[in-house]
T-cell receptor, first 114, second 113 residues
Framework: DSGVTQTPKHLITATGQRVTLRCSPR?????VYWYQQSLDQGLQFLIQ???????AKGNILERFSAQQFPDLHSELNLSSLELGDSALYFC?????????????FGPGTRLTVL | DAKTTQPTSMDCAEGRAANLPCNHS???????VYWYRQIHSQGPQYIIH?????ETNEMASLIITEDRKSSTLILPHATLRDTAVYYC??????????????WGAGTKLIIKP
């Protein structure tokens, strides 16, 4: 158990809909990262927050947005969903803000768009 | 960023040492080598990282060649639970916000009884 929690575990929705994925980092970790993993693909970095502020942006679509709240939990919002958005979405946390820090991953949310 | 090249898959007998190679011939001086693994759609797990010197922890050893163009992750006594996809990642450490880990396809390691 990494100490990072993600909800929900599974999510099935239809094209055009909007969903919110939630992540609670390990106690004391200030950084939260979001990744997308499509079937049999490597992880694609989406975005990082550090202590409530956006720290780095990767290949995140404009239809996707995220935020980190004062209690440090984070939410990833996916809107106007398309079939291609079906994937595993992982959240990770680390103590510091640079990628040098070991990242601890949550169990993921499996999103299926029908 | 330095690109990494890993074999697509490897087999190893249980109890033997598993040696996973990674080529990063374009690595630059400030880039670290990281290894993570992912067991069947679970969240990836950090294994080890290094810059120049060889590193060892309770999970594995990391051997980096003197020219830093390649490295090898060694699992000293592989068990069936080590069956996973192993990712070799090279990334600079910097306060610049864009220096994030970039993940390739990894090596699927299968431990056989």
């Amino acid at each position: 158990d990494s100490g990072v929690t993600q909800t929900p575990k599974h999510l099935i929705t239809a094209t055009g809909q909007r969903v919110t994925l939630r992540c609670s980092p390990r106690s004391g970790d200030l950084s939260v990262y979001w990744y997308q993993q499509s079937l049999d693909q490597g992880l694609q970095f989406l975005i990082q927050y550090y202590n409530g502020e956006e720290r780095a942006k990767g290949n995140i679509l404009e239809r996707f947005s995220a935020q980190q709240f004062p209690d440090l939990h984070s939410e990833l919002n996916l809107s106007s969903l398309e079939l291609g958005d079906s994937a595993l979405y992982f959240c990770a946390s680390s103590a510091g803000e640079g990628p040098y820090n070991e990242q601890f991953f949550g169990p993921g949310t499996r999103l299926t768009v029908l | 960023d330095a690109k990494t090249t890993q074999p697509t898959s490897m087999d190893c007998a249980e109890g033997r040492a598993a040696n996973l190679p990674c080529n990063h011939s374009t690595i630059s001086g400030n880039e670290y080598v990281y290894w993570y693994r992912q067991i069947h759609s679970q969240g990836p797990q950090y294994i080890i990282h290094g810059l120049k010197n060889n590193e060892t922890n309770e999970m594995a050893s990391l051997i980096i060649t003197e020219d830093r163009k390649s490295s090898t992750l060694i699992l000293p006594h592989a068990t069936l639970r080590d069956t996973a996809v192993y990712y070799c990642i090279v990334r600079a450490w910097s306060m610049d916000s864009n220096y994030q880990l970039i993940w390739g396809a990894g090596t699927k390691l299968i431990i056989k009884p």
